[in-house]
């Protein structure tokens, strides 16, 4: 069975760090996209990163540019989400997900990792 897991969350100050880890199995990441995506109480799931399958290129909700820094390691099967300066509302529920080669949806998803933020 597919699964990615989610992983390196939990409580952070503001200014703080935190680095979520995705972990594939039953996958093979090389060949996938990988995105992640955040839902915070009340609101919709949104955007928030993306790195490409060949690792050459990545996006970035505007909120999170020059914060936060997608990374994969293939060998590991393994993406990362680096977060940095975290503020109160990056406060959410983080989700990564699988895109095979980055021309398709996201087929795959984690089961989040909660990202708590204080002021």
């Known amino acids: 069975q597919v699964q990615l897991v989610e992983s390196g969350g939990g409580l952070a100050q503001a200014g703080g760090s935190l680095r979520l880890s995705c972990a594939a199995s039953?996958?093979?990441?090389?060949?996938?996209?990988m995105g992640w995506f955040r839902q915070a109480p009340g609101k919709e799931r949104e955007f928030v990163a993306r790195?490409?399958?060949?690792?050459?290129?990545?996006n970035y909700l505007d909120s999170v540019k020059g914060r936060f820094t997608c990374s994969r390691d293939n060998a590991k099967n393994t993406a990362y989400l680096q977060m940095d300066s975290l503020k109160p509302e990056d406060t959410a529920v983080y989700y990564c997900a699988a895109s095979f080669r980055s021309n398709a949806g996201y087929a795959y998803w984690g089961q989040g990792t909660q990202v708590t933020v204080s002021s």
């Open positions: 039953g996958l093979t990441i090389r060949n996938y996209a």
């Open positions: 790195i490409s399958w060949s690792g050459g290129s990545t």
